[in-house]
């Protein structure tokens, strides 16, 4: 089979031709790591590819298939991993110099899962500096591109888990949103990707960014990889006490054809000025879409959701100042040369180890939480927190889901954004909420503008209720047919 032609293939596919024998793990492994070699320099996808690796657990998994034991629908599937989550024995950089060449001791959880499952992990792959921004150009390293439009940002934070999985760099991949760094990044670039339930997933071994918001969660090419890759993560974990001990259903089940019974919310704060009218259109024509499967649409309100911007950037920041108190160049990874004392120490190490957008974090959360202040913004942006989770959980009592878009507009150029944080801040307008209030969320794409630029839809559901947002992701995207893959 012509190697292009396997990365071109979905997990559930792979699968199929994987215990039919008739292609291995590793011929699909070595036409992947071919097309990162042929095609990365480009997209700039990767952090760090572990080729020897790759192919080691390649053809582990092959034994496995040869020998009809413990096969499940990953093994021998190659993945990619956003960079911040914890690899013993590969480095884990978080796309920050503080931790350029920081190898953890342990491996995260998420991941133990997958490669228990005979998955093939190629490599770590780029994101914003410890996963604040929304368009990746707050990689230490170097931008990602998007594979639609090499000239655009790919969405962010989880930028590189986005592009290498539209530019068939890898079958699917793992990333984390704290405030729609799945979502945003796949609207971009055109695949699935899903924030699960506050606790849905282990977040033992990702790197802390907001403890209260961040979730790791599947960026896939189509609704049924997605929920492949959701039922390998989920699950209670002892080493995540904020890891919820609830049964994990098998997601596949609910992706049938037909939405009779479904009711879809829209709310109307989602479609605001600001919000582009081409993205509005393509939206609104995917909720019909909806429709014609048997929904029922209902208008619905959920009235803080305004204030959301402005409640996540007093709790994220104060989370994250909190987290990031650990990089002082004492116990990991960078430390500054040429200080006379503990203190200049500690200075130089953080002021040359972060970026702008980091120090920019830690600045406000350093000052939300100060003496004075915390009960007139932490404080009270918890109480906003609130206020926005029983919004939620009244407009759930009206319908299965909630359909709105993912971002204000299709990606945008390289370096539009980077002088004003505020409009930056802006592009996950439509995502913040979903992570206040814990639920889950996914991204489905819903079309391409007239400039060719993929579109997402967002459907949110009930704690817990991943099912209802998949099922529904499923029909828009069995109604639209069959999708095309950017030349890349
Ligand atoms: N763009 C948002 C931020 O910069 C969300 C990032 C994320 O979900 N990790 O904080």
């Known amino acids: 089979m012509a190697t292009q032609h396997l990365t071109d293939l979905s997990i559930h596919e792979l699968h199929g031709l994987l215990t039919g024998g008739e292609v291995s793990s590793e011929e699909v492994t070595r036409a992947y790591l071919a097309r990162i070699a042929q095609v990365d320099p480009r997209v700039k996808a990767y952090i760090t590819v572990t080729e020897e690796q790759a192919l080691e657990q390649a053809r582990e998994a092959d034994r496995r298939l040869r020998e009809g034991r413990d096969i499940t629908p990953l093994t021998g599937i190659p993945l990619g991993i956003k960079d911040n989550m914890c690899t013993r024995g590969v480095r884990t950089t978080c796309a920050s110099r503080i931790l350029e060449n920081f190898v953890s001791p342990y491996t995260a959880t998420v991941l133990e899962k997958i490669k228990r499952q005979g998955a093939v992990i190629l490599g770590k792959l780029n994101l914003d500096e410890f996963a604040m921004g929304s368009s990746t150009e707050n990689s230490a390293f170097f931008p990602t591109h998007n594979p639609w439009d090499l000239e655009r940002i790919p969405g962010g934070s989880s930028g590189g888990s986005a592009a290498a999985t539209a530019a068939r760099l890898c079958a699917g991949a793992l990333g984390s949103d704290t405030g729609g760094s799945i979502r945003q990044p796949a609207s971009h670039c055109g695949v699935v990707g899903m924030k699960p339930t506050y606790g849905r997933v282990s977040r033992f071994g990702l790197v802390a960014f907001a403890s209260s918001l961040d979730q790791i969660g599947p960026l896939a090419r189509d609704v049924t990889d997605c929920a492949i890759l959701l039922n390998a993560v989920s699950g209670y974990d002892p080493k995540d006490s904020t890891s919820v001990d609830r049964e994990v259903p098998d997601y596949t089940r609910f992706l049938?054809?037909?939405?009779?019974?479904?009711?879809?919310?829209?709310?109307?704060?989602?479609?605001?000025?600001?919000?582009?009218?081409?993205?509005?259109?393509?939206?609104?024509?995917?909720?019909?879409?909806?429709?014609?499967?048997?929904?029922?649409?209902?208008?619905?309100?959920?009235?803080?959701?305004?204030?959301?911007?402005?409640?996540?950037?007093?709790?994220?920041?104060?989370?994250?100042?909190?987290?990031?108190?650990?990089?002082?160049?004492?116990?990991?990874?960078?430390?500054?040369?040429?200080?006379?004392?503990?203190?200049?120490?500690?200075?130089?190490?953080?002021?040359?180890?972060?970026?702008?957008?980091?120090?920019?974090?830690?600045?406000?959360?350093?000052?939300?939480?100060?003496?004075?202040?915390?009960?007139?913004?932490?404080?009270?942006?918890?109480?906003?927190?609130?206020?926005?989770?029983?919004?939620?959980?009244?407009?759930?009592?009206?319908?299965?889901?909630?359909?709105?878009?993912?971002?204000?507009?299709?990606?945008?150029?390289?370096?539009?954004?980077?002088?004003?944080?505020?409009?930056?801040?802006?592009?996950?307008?439509?995502?913040?909420?979903?992570?206040?209030?814990?639920?889950?969320?996914?991204?489905?794409?819903?079309?391409?503008?007239?400039?060719?630029?993929?579109?997402?839809?967002?459907?949110?559901?009930?704690?817990?209720?991943?099912?209802?947002?998949?099922?529904?992701?499923?029909?828009?995207?069995?109604?639209?047919?069959?999708?095309?893959?950017?030349?890349?």
């Open 256 to 488: 049938e054809k037909g939405l009779d019974g479904y009711t879809v919310g829209l709310p109307e704060e989602y479609f605001v000025e600001g919000l582009d009218p081409e993205v509005e259109a393509l939206v609104r024509e995917a909720i019909s879409q909806l429709e014609k499967q048997g929904a029922r649409v209902v208008k619905v309100s959920v009235p803080h959701m305004k204030y959301a911007v402005a409640c996540y950037y007093i709790i994220a920041p104060a989370e994250a100042s909190s987290n990031l108190a650990r990089y002082d160049g004492v116990k990991y990874g960078f430390r500054a040369r040429g200080y006379k004392d503990l203190m200049e120490m500690y200075k130089k190490t953080r002021s040359e180890g972060f970026g702008a957008e980091v120090k920019r974090r830690i600045m406000i959360g350093t000052y939300a939480l100060s003496a004075g202040y915390y009960d007139a913004y932490y404080k009270k942006a918890s109480r906003v927190r609130t206020l926005i989770t029983r919004d939620f959980m009244k407009a759930f009592e009206k319908c299965d889901v909630l359909a709105t878009p993912v971002a204000p507009t299709a990606a945008f150029r390289i370096g539009e954004k980077t002088e004003d944080p505020l409009q930056m801040y802006l592009s996950d307008i439509f995502t913040i909420a979903t992570n206040l209030a814990g639920i889950p969320g996914i991204s489905v794409p819903c079309g391409l503008t007239g400039e060719g630029l993929p579109v997402g839809l967002q459907l949110m559901a009930g704690h817990f209720e991943e099912h209802k947002a998949l099922r529904a992701a499923y029909n828009l995207e069995q109604a639209l047919g069959a999708r095309t893959w950017p030349e890349v």
